[in-house]
């Protein structure tokens, strides 16, 4: 079946420092979508992208839906511990026509003490 | 408005055992997906149920089902429970049929089969 690959797979970071993640599929998508779930929490939308090439921020989040469609980033400037939690990307195929999403296996944001 | 409400919250069971988690979605929302997450798995999508009928069905064995009542609240069960069952359940809604765009998910099911 398809699968997207999400990178890295988790990060240890710093207060203040920016944070990118991206990722890739092998067949074209219409849709990326950027999800944050907190530790005992559901998944939260951050950020959805409908065109190729289109850069949309959500205040420090800024995402990208790269021009292949195959591909998309999320990147967060100046990270504060509030940022911590596992960031997911989903994206709905092309091809696809139940509109289903896949998803990634997620980014596993961590904050160096 | 109120999110979407899962229950039970936590829960423990034996294999061979049997379990139905239930998903009440955002009033209005017709839709409810189903979603398994394991760690390092992401989500793994089981059903989706849009005016009591399933929609779509992900890659899972038969002992794993579903239903949505006319309020469009929506149950899963998973029968002769296996170890590898153990996992966060997630239920989502959403106004309309299919995944695009948001999807409002719940705080999730964490079962654990022993």
């Known amino acids: 079946g398809q699968q997207l690959n999400q990178s890295p797979q988790s990060m240890f970071i710093q207060e203040g420092e920016d944070v990118s993640m991206n990722c890739t599929s092998s067949s074209i998508f219409n849709t990326w979508l950027w999800y944050k779930q907190d530790p005992g929490e559901g998944p939260v939308l951050l950020i959805a992208?409908?065109?190729a090439g289109e850069l949309t921020s959500n205040g420090r989040l800024t995402a990208q839906f790269g021009i292949t469609r195959k591909d998309s980033f999320l990147n967060i400037s100046a990270s504060i511990p509030s940022d911590v939690g596992i960031y997911f990307c989903?994206?709905?195929?092309?091809?696809?026509?139940?509109?289903?999403?896949?998803w990634g296996a997620g980014t596993k944001l961590i904050i160096k003490p | 408005k109120a999110g979407v409400t899962q229950t039970p919250r936590y829960l423990i069971k034996t294999r061979g055992q049997q379990v139905t988690l239930s998903c009440s979605p955002i009033?209005?929302?017709?839709?409810v997906s189903w979603y398994q997450q394991t760690p390092g798995q992401g989500l793994q999508f089981l059903f989706e149920?849009?005016?009591?009928?399933?929609?779509n069905k992900g890659n899972f064995p038969g002992r794993f089902s579903g239903r949505q009542f006319s309020n469009s609240r929506s149950e899963m069960n998973v029968s002769t429970l296996e170890l590898g069952d153990s996992a966060l359940y997630l239920c989502a809604s959403n106004p309309l049929a299919g995944s695009t765009g948001e999807l409002f998910f719940g705080e999730g099911s964490r079962l654990t089969v022993l």
């Open positions: 992208l409908y065109k």
């Open positions: 009033s209005g929302h017709r839709s």
């Open positions: 149920y849009f005016s009591e009928t399933q929609r």
């Open positions: 989903a994206g709905q195929p092309l091809m696809d026509s139940n509109y289903q999403l896949i």
